[in-house]
């Protein structure tokens, strides 16, 4: 139904410098409108809360108005909202209430609607005829990525604003369910028609309405697009998953796992593990499991764990010697290992934390060729791991510039591995095949290099961008100033990159290079061009549930809300290119 619904409109892009999958965004964030939650954490609690008031009253659809408004104004009352988000709220209900319908519709009897003001006003080659906007996939906006997850899935997908399309889609019986992104107001036009039709929906509130410069909650999106009650498409609850995690890594819980004789050493390993961090990879290793497990319980089992904790060890022991070869003294707002109790106890402790990983491995319930798999993997990674962080290691000995392909590479050796050893050990102990293996390596690449570049941007921000850094590290930024000065500015990078100069003592020459020059835009940009190379690797998943997650699992590290740049609906004489739509 969807190939046929879009014969003979799909076009390609192959003179684009984007084609293939990027799309890059460069917009500016604005506080949401008045009557939506104005953080993310916010949203994500109200749903939360909305999920389980529909979860207890079971109320059933189609809801009339009425209904909606008695049941947002329950949930208002139960959870103390204001009541101004009484609108939002009822669409949430509503979502709810269909959520396990949409979910047993097959995605090839499903439509995915997305607003034409999605798209780049100035820039967007696409046409646009009586059905709506005919994507070219040049990947300056966001559609080529949505609908593509969905017209892979089977979905039909609509870029329009125009209701009488999706009525005649729904009376001639075509599709079944609609999941569908738009603004409060234009939300509330179109739910007569779903409420008289019946239909399923979720609708995907855009934070502002207006339709310009909006954003959406992109992870929201793709919930709605990767329902599934067939069990090939699991939507996975990533709070609950996280919260597990927590729960390993008490300092309880670790010295269940490795104190085994109570001495200091095992003490300073467990404080080290119990320290603040993100557990991103834990976080990758426990989602690759859950998404490739056949079975889909709620408890994980004791292997996972140790799975778990035993690529934590790995990422703490990096973090031990990455200090004491950088000549950090704060982690976590506290003394680094190194500052507190000396480079010899610190080593120790590190060399401690990697042997106890591949001990736990080792250990783990699983057949022997599996478990010859995941210690050959993890082994690998460390290896890769030293050689890029000795990559920037023989880079401070001996300072020069650096080529930018030159940093990614070392990013590429020294941020990857880690992401890429989670997510193998993770599949490894679901049963997954060698044929994923090369996937999630692709994935984990893309998605290290990402990672780095936009840790490098935070570093500057932080430090460097106020001048308040005495030591200059190898960094991207400079990488692509120096590629991008010329003369005496030149000169001046290529001196602080030698250390011929210290920063702080041209912080203010640098941050002006650096802002004429757009240093940090071009890194965002290419942080984004590698974070599209993440997504678009995962094209090559057969796998709907490990899909899904990976690309949830993208929007929650880098960004919980990606903007979608949004505008009203354009009438010829307003387009300088004489478009419509």
């Known amino acids: ?40 954490k916010q949203r994500d609690e109200i749903l939360r809360r909305v999920s389980d008031y529909v979860r207890l009253k079971k109320p059933v ?18 959870a103390g909202i204001d009541p101004k988000y009484r609108d939002y709220i009822a669409v949430l209900v ?7 319908a949409v979910a047993a519709v097959p995605y090839e009897r499903r439509l995915l609607l997305l607003p034409k003001c999605l798209r780049d006003n100035q820039s967007c080659p696409a046409d646009i005829d009586q059905i709506g906007l005919i994507c070219q996939h040049c990947g300056n906006c966001v559609i080529h ?32 369910a609609v999941i569908g992104v738009s603004c409060l107001g234009a939300l509330e036009k179109t739910f007569p028609y779903m409420e008289a039709s019946a239909i399923p929906g979720i609708a995907i509130p855009l934070l502002y ?68 961090g993100k557990r991103w990879r834990p976080f990758l290793a426990v989602c690759a499991y859950k998404a490739m497990a056949e079975k889909n ?29 950088d000549g950090d003294t704060i982690r976590y707002g506290q003394k680094t290992l190194h500052t507190e109790y000396g480079v010899p106890i610190a080593l120790n402790v590190g060399d401690f934390l990697l042997g106890q990983g591949y001990h736990l491995l080792a250990g783990i319930n699983v057949p022997d060729d599996i478990k010859i798999k995941m210690l050959q993997v993890a082994a690998g990674g460390h290896r890769d791991l030293c050689i890029g962080q000795g990559g920037e290691l023989a880079w401070a000995k001996t300072p020069r510039p650096l080529t930018i392909n030159e940093v990614i590479e070392i990013f590429r050796m020294k941020t990857s591995p880690a992401f890429e ?35 490098d941007i935070d570093d500057y921000d932080s430090n460097s961008g106020s001048g308040d850094s005495d030591d200059f590290q190898l960094s991207l930024l400079f990488a692509i100033a120096y590629e991008n000065a010329v003369g005496k500015e030149k000169e001046l990078i290529g001196s602080v990159w030698n250390r011929n100069i210290q920063y702080k003592n041209a912080a203010s020459q640098i941050i002006k290079i650096f802002h004429d020059h757009k240093i940090i835009q071009k890194a965002q940009d290419l942080a984004e061009y590698y974070k599209t190379q993440a997504i678009a690797e995962l094209a090559r998943l057969e796998n709907a549930s490990l899909k899904s997650l990976l690309r ?24 300088e290119r004489g478009r419509k739509g």
């Open 94 to 100: 509503n979502n709810e209430v269909w959520r396990d």
């Open 552 to 575: 949830r699992v993208l929007c929650k590290i880098f960004n919980e809300i990606e903007l979608m740049g949004c505008c009203d609906e354009y009438k010829a004489e307003n387009d």
């Open 209 to 276: 309405d207006g339709c310009s410069d909006t954003a959406v909650d992109v992870d929201w999106v793709l919930d709605a697009i990767y329902e599934n009650t067939t069990g090939t498409a699991n939507r996975l609850n990533l709070e609950h998953i996280r919260r597990q995690i927590d729960t390993w890594f008490t300092e309880e819980s670790l010295k269940s796992l490795i104190c085994t004789e109570n001495n200091q050493t095992e003490k300073l390993a467990v404080d080290w593990l119990a320290m603040a």
């Open 297 to 325: 319980d709620e408890n994980l089992p004791e292997t996972l764990r140790s799975v778990a904790v035993a690529v934590e060890c790995f990422h703490k022991a990096s973090l031990v010697h990455d200090d004491i070869e």
């Open 421 to 455: 050893v989670s997510l193998k050990l993770g599949a490894l102990l679901a049963g997954a095949g060698d044929d994923l293996m090369d996937i999630l390596k692709n994935f984990s690449t893309a998605l290290g290099v990402a990672y780095q570049i936009i840790d």
């Open 61 to 78: 659809g189609p809801l009339s108005l009425d209904e909606l408004k008695t049941h947002s104004a329950s949930v208002i009352e139960q």
């Open 145 to 176: 990525d949505l609908q593509n997850q969905a017209e892979e899935l089977g979905y039909a997908v609509l870029v329009a604003e125009g209701s009488p399309v999706v009525m005649s889609l729904i009376q001639a019986k075509k599709i079944e």
């Open 1 to 40: 139904m969807a190939a046929n619904f879009r014969q003979g409109r799909k076009t390609d892009c192959r003179s684009s410098p984007f084609c293939g999958g990027w799309y890059m965004i460069n917009k500016t964030l604005r506080m949401p409108q008045e009557n939506i939650p104005k953080t993310k």
